[in-house]
């Protein structure tokens, strides 16, 4: 099969290589991406941008755990794109009020939504995926007790929010 023809997956080795590795890891990378985007960006879009980095790499078969390099890229990414919002929010705002309806009833969901990136990477890889502390750091960065700090500073927002949201 030619170059031209192979499917995504078959390329993604720069030797040409193709044992699966990225198959393997693209639902972790895609359920991270998930927790991790802003309400507005596609996880996919995550997922491929964070790929299109490692493969512009100079040598990416050099990267020692792809896994940990695309999770802490797509975490980055996210985190991009929620300064990104936020500035784009600040400049609306400065525009001055709009009209729109306010959600009586917001979801749990939105409130996960107001934490920062990292912190909901670390909630769900700890939480969800049962992932261990010190791998949860491996695979965005950090130390195992920054991740664990990171946690409980999500969780006492989470709390916050919820009781706050309750009192009203």
């Not at 596609?42 to 790929?51: F, G, S």
């Not at 990292?118 to 502390?133: F, K, M, N, W």
């Not at 700090?149 to 969780?155: D, G, P, T």
């Amino acid at each position: 099969m030619g170059e031209m023809h192979a499917k995504p997956a078959e390329r993604l080795r720069p030797d040409g290589r193709n044992d699966g590795w990225f198959d393997a890891l693209y639902p972790h990378l895609h359920r991270v991406a998930c927790v991790a985007a802003p309400a507005d960006v596609d996880p996919d879009d995550l997922v491929q941008d964070a790929l299109v980095n490692y493969l512009q790499l100079d040598a990416p078969d050099t990267v020692r755990s792809p896994r940990a390099f695309l999770t802490t890229t797509i975490v980055n990414l996210a985190s991009n794109e929620r300064r990104a919002w936020s500035r784009r929010r600040s400049a609306v705002a400065r525009l001055g009020p709009r009209n729109h309806a306010i959600d009586e009833f917001p979801s749990d969901l939105a409130d996960l939504f107001t934490l920062p990136a990292r912190e909901r990477a670390v909630l769900y890889l700890h939480h969800i995926d049962g992932i261990p502390y010190a791998d949860v750091a491996e695979l965005l960065g950090c130390t195992a007790a920054a991740a664990r700090k990171a946690a409980e500073r999500a969780r006492s927002r989470l709390h916050t929010t919820l009781a706050e949201e309750g009192s009203q």
